[in-house]
């Protein structure tokens, strides 16, 4: 998933916390009902790179240390960075 003008680290969770929140509903197909449990890494461009192969580098990695971390699905790299920084 690609995000553009993320403006805070405020917006950029409320952005994960809908998308965990719609992977992790309950699906149930012929009876036979499913949680699906997700572990999200986010790489925020420029500070993680500049063209998609770093990015999606970045993002790989923070997704597995998303998973080393029982508590929380989610690892993102770097803040966003504040305006004009």
Do not use: W
Not at 33 to 45: H, M, P, T
Not at 55 to 82: E, H, I, N, W
């Amino acid at each position: 998933m690609v995000l553009e003008n993320v403006a805070s680290d405020a917006g950029l969770q409320r952005v994960i916390h809908a998308v965990v929140e719609e992977v992790s509903r309950l699906v149930t197909i012929n009876d036979v009902s499913f949680k699906v449990e997700s572990s999200i890494g986010v790489a925020l461009y420029p500070a993680e790179g500049e063209d998609s192969k770093p990015l999606m580098s970045a993002a790989d990695k923070a997704m597995y240390r998303a998973k080393d971390q029982p508590d929380s699905p989610v690892f993102v790299c770097s803040p966003v960075p504040k305006p004009g920084s």
